[in-house]
Nanobody, 124 residues
Framework: QARLEESGGGLVQAGDSLTLSCAAPGRTLSTYSRGWFRQSPGKEREFVAFINQNGHVTYYGNSVKGRFTISRDNAKNTVYLQLNDLKPEDTAIYYC?????????????????WGQGTQVTVSS
């Protein structure tokens, strides 16, 4: 099955910024609403951000609101996540996926075509 591809993770210090990218392999997968989630060891996958097909509607998890920004460039089949003022608790593997279900944008079960993830590590 085709999947999305995340990139841009890395090791940074607290207060730094990163930009993550989520690329779709073709036009078909690029037309969905898309979400970012993150998961750290021993924890459930956590909702981070959502953007609809045209980029006019966005939602954020409470822990990242005001620090992270989601955007998309449909001409490049890519969704971005700008991470600012990073904190050690932001350390996780970040995943993107397309929203294929009709339920809430909060729930991972509403998404498919998950990428393999990109690691973000924030040192204090």
């Amino acid at each position: 099955q085709a999947r999305l591809e995340e990139s841009g993770g890395g090791l940074v210090q607290a207060g730094d910024s990163l930009t993550l990218s989520c690329a779709a392999p073709g036009r078909t997968l690029s037309t969905y609403s898309r979400g970012w989630f993150r998961q750290s060891p021993g924890k459930e996958r956590e909702f981070v951000a959502f953007i609809n097909q045209n980029g006019h509607v966005t939602y954020y998890g409470n822990s990242v609101k005001g620090r992270f920004t989601i955007s998309r460039d449909n001409a490049k089949n890519t969704v971005y996540l700008q991470l600012n003022d990073l904190k050690p608790e932001d350390t996780a593997i970040y995943y993107c996926a397309n929203k294929v279900g009709v339920g809430s944008w909060l729930h991972p079960r509403e998404y498919d075509y998950w990428g393999q993830g990109t690691q973000v590590t924030v040192s204090s």
